[in-house]
């Protein structure tokens, strides 16, 4: 989750146990809930910063499960004629190891700094801007397709996992007693 820490200036938003953070939030708007959507309408009109903090249920993607809903917490603000979106989206993904099967869990943390035209939305659903329609920001979408791409192809227990013994089916960590040509 992400903490709000008070200061003169106006609020300040860190991931909490480290000392980062993703600015001042003097004008913001608070939003918090559990919406698939943000009208993002007040945010490009009047340039006033938007913070929403969710929890997104989430879809198998490929071989991955979520098993809980990701924290999100982004901050959307006018840039130009553009929205900026940026923030922090936190979770856990899980699956099956692709040597030894074994399940694993992946913590993720990712940091979001997107820029979107609203201008250059359409039908095209490869577009730069896809997750706009018109006011609204189709926040679930926006999350999925952030943390798809920063999922590894590859999903592995641990870098040395040697696998299953092709020849009893066992670990090849020890609990394989076959022998095999190194």
């Known amino acids: 989750m992400i903490e709000r820490l ?3 200036a106006g609020r300040l938003v860190r991931a ?3 000392n980062r953070t993703l600015g001042k939030l003097e004008t913001a708007n608070h939003m918090k809930g559990s919406r698939a959507s943000v009208d993002i309408g007040s ?3 009047t340039g006033r910063e938007l913070e929403v903090r969710e929890a997104i249920t989430l879809p198998d993607f490929a071989s991955f499960r979520f098993p809980v809903p990701v924290d999100v917490a982004l901050i959307m603000r006018r840039v130009g004629a553009g929205l900026e979106v940026r923030g922090w989206i936190d979770g856990i993904a899980e699956g099956e190891c692709a040597r030894c099967l074994e399940p694993v869990a992946l913590p ?5 700094n997107e820029v979107f035209d609203p201008g250059s939305e359409g039908e095209d659903p490869l577009a730069e801007s896809n997750v706009l329609d018109g006011d609204e920001l189709d926040l679930r979408d926006l999350v999925r397709q952030l943390i798809d791409s920063a999922l590894p192809i590859v999903l592995l227990c641990n870098d040395a996992c040697q696998g299953l013994c092709s020849d009893c089916g066992q670990k090849r960590d020890g609990t394989c007693r076959c022998k095999h040509p190194e």
């Not at 993720?108 to 979001?112: F, G, K, N, R, V």
């Open 6 to 8: 008070s200061s003169r």
């Open 16 to 18: 909490p146990g480290t």
């Open 108 to 112: 993720l943390h990712l940091q979001s």
């Open 43 to 45: 945010v490009l009109q």
